[in-house]
């Protein structure tokens, strides 16, 4: 699926099932609340804290989806195309890090 199916389809999710999209600012609460349940299984999987039980069954991937889910509502809703955004972000990253990167000691 390229971005835009995924833009195209989840504008006709949100037409059959969802009714209409939430709004902005809910959006932007429960992009935020979705980015938590990521971070909360990269902090204690990953990282230095220990693993509740309840949290051991959680699938990262499901969380991440959800995170882009939401992300994709709020581009459909404030008219923005994310590959165009992507594409105009990665010549950015490429054109500003072509050799920061490269030259950073600390990723050798």
């Known amino acids: 699926m390229t971005i835009q ?25 429960m992009l935020t609340e979705e980015v938590g349940e990521v971070a ?3 902090a204690r999987r ?4 220990s693993e509740k039980e309840s949290d051991k069954n959680k ?22 195309d994310l590959t165009k955004a992507l594409e105009k972000n990665l010549a950015k990253k490429t054109q500003r890090d072509k050799e920061r990167h490269h030259n950073n000691p600390k990723l050798g």
């Not at 949100?14 to 809910?26: A, D, P, S």
């Not at 991937?61 to 581009?75: H, K, Q, S, Y």
């Open 59 to 80: 699938d990262l991937g499901e969380e991440m989806a959800d995170v882009l889910f939401v992300l994709i509502c709020l581009a459909n809703q404030t008219g923005v």
């Open 40 to 42: 909360r299984i990269i």
């Open 46 to 49: 990953y990282g230095e804290q």
């Open 5 to 29: 199916e995924a833009q195209e389809t989840v504008d006709q999710w949100i037409k059959e099932n969802g009714v209409r999209y939430f709004n902005e600012l809910t959006n932007m609460a």
